[in-house]
């Protein structure tokens, strides 16, 4: 059976790294929610392999300003 709320490795990547960078800047969840005006539940949304929701470029912009880092940052240095 094949999982429709399943991200692909690209989305995965991409979470981890924002996940990593959040922990290590002790930044949660709802502090990402409120710089990129959504809901706390919509971000734990992104970080649950139970559902499909993901980051978009302009949140990954948003991000790395916040982290104040590259958004290159979020991203595999080669194609997954």
């Known amino acids: ?19 990593e960078i959040r922990l290590k800047k002790d930044i949660s969840q709802a502090d990402i929610a409120f710089h990129l005006n959504l809901s706390i539940g919509f971000i734990g949304h992104i970080e649950s392999q139970n559902f499909r929701a993901k980051y978009n470029s302009i949140h990954l912009n948003e991000l790395a300003k916040l982290f104040e880092c590259s958004p290159k940052d979020f991203w595999p240095e080669k194609p997954l």
């Open 1 to 19: 059976m094949v999982n429709n709320n399943a991200k692909s490795p690209i989305d995965w990547h991409v979470v981890n790294k924002v996940r």
